[in-house]
């Protein structure tokens, strides 16, 4: 016996989500889901070796832990100065570049068994809304293969080599290949009632995820409401020219067609001053292919769910995004009576 209901999950706390990917979109998401349920898990790609990050992975043989401490932070429920002390970045000396957050991550690295019980210590200490787990505890890298044969080792190289190369990434994949997904990320994609990739960078954010061994296999086989957030512009040295479209068919290619039907996509009107600074960088908004999307199997939805951050950046708008999902998952799931969860409308 099956009921359609706006059914609040466990308690009370809201539907079980998982939403998987990387970098500032997940975080950015997350902030607006916390406000709307407390069983949210965010699963989170570990290919990063750029930036500060970079540098503790190859000082002290850690996990990068940039973007899980994004979303610790996104999720977390602390004083006013205890924010403030996990966004500060040194300014000088062999520490410039390196924000605290990272460095409060390596340290509970260095007395914790392993880099997900670490995670899970700092979630207890910052109090956060949710879960967050890294989507494997091998220690991975990525490789790019352009449309010309060219290949690239590591994420923070394939900007720069596409850039030099000038044509599009074939594929992506992770050194050592197929490593064992966290037992946790897959039993969080079993009981979830709704699955969400994205937004963040294509090649670099949200493939990673779905090229660990068992994700694709949970998604595939859960019958949760699955949807992809598509980026609001195309990103310079990754997705210049790319359509929703080509979005979509390279997240199927690198893991099964199919996987999702429902793309969210925006629909809000971005300033001409800012299209013209972006235009300068080699970026425009995603150009919706409707009907190469129907060949696809996947329906569009067009939401306002972008805005203009003060430094002019167009992102998603946590608020906007988070109501719009929220009313996706009402709309499309049906309470499954007597097991306390959705899966999505046939």
Sequence with gaps: ??????????????????????????????????????????????????????VLRQELGMLPPGDIRNCLE????????????????????????????NLFLAALNGISGSFDQAVSRMSQVLAITGTVL???????????ELE????????????????????????????????????????????ADMILLGPGSLYTSVIPNLLVDGITQAIAASDALKIYIANVMTQEGETEGYTNA?????????????????????????????LGAYAKEG?????VDQAACAELGVELVSRPVSAVSADGLVRHDPELL????????????????GLGRYRAEA
């Design 148 to 191: 010309n044969g060219a290949r690239v080792l590591g994420e923070s190289k394939i900007f720069y080599c596409k850039k030099r190369e000038d044509c599009r990434v074939r594929q992506v994949r992770l050194v050592p290949e197929h490593p064992p997904a966290l037992p946790g990320a897959l039993e969080a994609i079993r009981t």
């Design 1 to 54: 016996m099956e009921e359609k209901n706006l059914y609040r999950g466990p308690s009370g706390k809201g539907p079980r989500i998982v939403a998987i990917g990387g970098g500032t979109g997940l975080s950015t998401m997350l902030r607006g889901l916390k406000k709307h349920t407390k069983n949210l898990t965010a699963i989170v790609t570990v290919a990063d070796d750029g930036g500060g990050s970079g």
């Design 74 to 101: 996104a999720l977390a429920n602390v004083e006013p100065v205890m924010s403030e002390l996990l966004h500060y970045r040194f300014t000088e000396g062999s520490l410039r570049g390196q924000s605290f957050g």
């Design 246 to 274: 080509d979005h979509i068919r390279a997240i199927f290619q690198h893991s099964r067609p199919g996987l999702f039907s429902l793309c969210l996509v925006n629909s809000s009107t971005i300033p001409a001053h800012v």
């Design 134 to 144: 890294p989507v494997t505890t091998s220690d991975v890298q990525l490789e790019a």
């Design 283 to 287: 970026a425009e908004p995603l150009r």
């Design 322 to 337: 988070a109501a719009a999902l929220l009313e996706l998952h009402a709309q499309r799931s049906v309470r499954i009576a």
